[in-house]
């Protein structure tokens, strides 16, 4: 599921993300638990203000975001306002 992430480039010139929106909803990154890098992607299980952690990744190449998983039990609002459980 493609999101909008907001990042901060440290010292080093590494984005981090700081923030991401899916649908109408933001979400603040309150820490960044991991974080891996794979031959075309960078991938970062983040938490956020409600203590739900995600797994956010980052393409390479293209530079493109998307939510790569919800770690854990506590479901989280869809684009459309739904729910995903």
């Known amino acids: 599921m493609k999101i909008r992430v907001e990042c901060y480039a ?21 820490e960044i638990l991991d974080r891996w890098l794979e031959p075309e992607s960078r991938t970062f299980k983040v938490s956020v203000e409600d203590k739900r952690k995600f797994l956010l990744r980052q393409d390479i190449a293209s530079g493109e975001w998307v939510l790569a998983g919800l770690v854990g039990e506590k479901a989280m609002p869809r684009p459309d306002g739904r729910t995903l459980h």
Not at 10 to 30: D, K, N, W
């Open 10 to 30: 440290g010292y080093r010139g590494e984005q981090e993300p700081r923030a991401f929106t899916l649908g109408e909803h933001r979400f603040e990154v309150t």
